[in-house]
């Protein structure tokens, strides 16, 4: 048995398909160094440093991909490809379209996501449904190390476009790099669970569109994706108290949805809370309220999601993104 | 009209005993996320905006507390904007990547080259409505492979927009060195879009005043854009707690943690060649040794320095000059933190 941080995790799997598969390149901003390790083992062709021009690197990254490469572009943070927004929305996504299914991208795009720790509005957000509204775009978004390593090997072994996402509260190196900066005077909220776990002794590909129950609960289904599993675990930990059963799922993938898994959950316990992240409005959560309803299921329905733009304060910061507390209350109220 | 080397001294000690004041705020925990300092490019910032006046617009990156400062912002307002109180300069919604001040027509980006488009829509609102009016756009030199960059001085240049284009080039973008990553020659580059290009000594705040004295005048009178490329160092690195900065300040503490797990992973059977291992393993140990010989650790490319070996030709003005900012940066400082909102 052998236990891995979160971004420890993906860089082994990826470190296991790159020996694997001689197509598989790495290149970002600044690459070589925070993949350093893939850098001494694979050498620099395949562990590449790219200028701050990301429409570029990620275009070429998804053209590279159409002519046999299998890369992996590395974008600084989630919110940075609101600059080359255009790989993907006009081009990743609709090569398989337009070529009659002939001809497909199968790029990587790895981006770390999400907020915590202070960094303000413009880096810290999830956008996954932004990303996920896009037809011909999958976006992973994993909560532990082991189902980080296996879905990024699903997401090298794919044919078409992946995303996907890191969430920086659970990814040590990403959490140091930009948050503490190696200071012992902060603390995040971080999820034990999520940041560290076992893994595999060999990666195996994850199914991608494939959601897992990480508890099982009776009275009310929480269906999140990321740190929001963590928060709404310790919420369904605090409900238990009051006789209050709380299932709570894993998205894993957020496009392509698991809808099965879903409706199966919310059809048995006849109540849905979604916590998402990402934005409240025209995203995830509301996206769930419409696969169970076109399903013919009833269900009473709540949401924990982040409303406003994320402010930098650390305390309104923890009040906007979803808490254990907002979720609490959320399933208590829609118990009543 | 020369330069007042005095007052851009008291310009440069403002801003870099205020971000030396940030920097404890941060290492005390006291200010969280990321933080990137401007100390080293002080001599740029003052040379410049000691030109600006009422009316006039200003687009910054991820690091522009001195501008701000520098500009007439009330330091309390920034440190409790800092510190992420409701009564700090953005309500504390903001933070130091994203100070905004409408009264001096002042916006941030994080993110890299955002100051381009920002700039060049200031300086159409000045050329339509407020003619004589410039805007400023701070960027580092990584901003210059950015797209939007490149494509919003094409704007300023066929638009003629009175816009100043200061390049704040220290070399480095994050752990990248510039070089390895940038074709060409950035004053070419900039030729090449129908924009003149005047090369400065960044460390030297007369020199980059006499510069923005005359591209502004320009834009001034309707003559168009300049770029302005100047040469610094910062002395932090990227930002505070910058890996490759620890890592020359503290080698025993740090390497230990790198070079282990960058070992075995070079030891793994399956992947490259060992030439190609070694050219990797290269990169990485050339990064370090870039840092450990870096100008950033010469005390004269200290701007401070520089202007204050010149000023010392009268120790008592001088002296007074620094008591008195000095106490100054301590009252913000007492005044920021001294009410903590309930």
Known sequence: ?336 | MPPDLWSLYVLMLKSRLFEEAIAKLWHDGLISGEMHLGTGEEAIIAGVVSKLGEGDAMALDHRGTAALLMRGVDPVLILRELLGYPDGLCGGRGGHMHLFSKEYLAASSGIVGAEGPTAAGFALAAQYSRPGAVAVAFFGEGAMNQGMLMESMNLASVWNLPVLFVCKDDGWAITTQSESVTGGNLNARVHGLGIPAVEVDGGDVSEVWEAAHGAIERARSGQGPTFLHARCVHFEGHFLGFQLIRIVRDPLREIPGIAVPLTQSFLRPGGATLRERLAGLKTVITAVFSTLRDPRRDSANDPLSRARKILQSDPVRLQELEDQVEKEISSALASALGEVPS
């Not at chain 1, 990254?61 to 919110?79: F, H, K, N, T, W």
């Not at chain 1, 998205?251 to 048995?268: H, Y």
């Not at chain 1, 930098?312 to 254990?324: C, F, G, K, S, V």
């Open chain 1, 1 to 336: 048995m052998r236990t891995m941080f979160f971004t420890q995790a993906v860089d082994d799997a990826l470190a296991q398909a790159m020996a694997d598969d001689p197509r598989i390149i790495l290149f970002g901003e600044d690459t070589p160094l925070l993949r350093r390790k893939l850098l001494v083992r694979f050498g620099p062709r395949r562990v590449r440093n790219a200028p701050i021009s990301e429409n570029a690197f990620l275009g070429a990254g998804v053209a590279a991909a159409m002519s046999g490469l299998r890369p992996v572009v590395e974008i600084y943070m989630v919110d940075f490809l609101g600059v080359c927004m255009d790989a993907l929305l006009n081009h990743a996504a609709k090569v398989e379209a337009f070529s009659g299914g002939k001809w497909t991208a199968p790029v990587v795009v790895r981006a770390p996501c999400g907020g915590g720790y202070g960094d303000g509005g413009q880096h810290e957000q999830s956008l996954w449904g932004w990303l996920a509204h896009i037809p011909g775009l999958t976006v992973l978004v994993p909560s532990t190390p082991a189902d980080a390593g296996g879905l990024m090997l699903a997401a090298l072994q794919h044919d078409g476009p992946v995303i996907f996402l890191e969430h920086k509260l659970l990814s040590e190196t990403w959490l140091e790099f930009l948050g503490s900066g190696a200071r012992r005077t902060v603390q995040y909220d971080v999820p034990a669970e999520g940041a560290k776990g076992v893994v595999p002794q060999k990666w195996g590909p994850l199914p991608i569109g494939k959601a897992v129950h990480r508890r099982a609960g009776g009275d009310v289904t929480i269906i999140s994706v990321g740190v929001g599993v963590h928060r709404a675990l310790e919420a369904a930990q605090a409900l238990e108290s009051e006789g209050i059963s709380a299932g709570v799922m894993d998205l894993r993938t957020v496009s392509p949805l698991d809808k099965k898994t879903v409706c199966e959950a919310v059809k048995k316990t006849g109540h849905l809370l979604v916590v998402d992240e990402d934005y409240e409005g025209f995203g995830l959560s509301g996206e769930l309220s419409a696969v169970v309803l076109e399903a013919g299921i009833s269900c009473k329905y709540a949401r924990v999601c982040t409303q406003t733009t994320i402010p930098y304060a650390r305390h309104l910061e923890d009040q906007i993104l979803p808490n254990r507390e907002r979720i609490y209350a959320s399933v208590r109220k829609l118990r009543q």
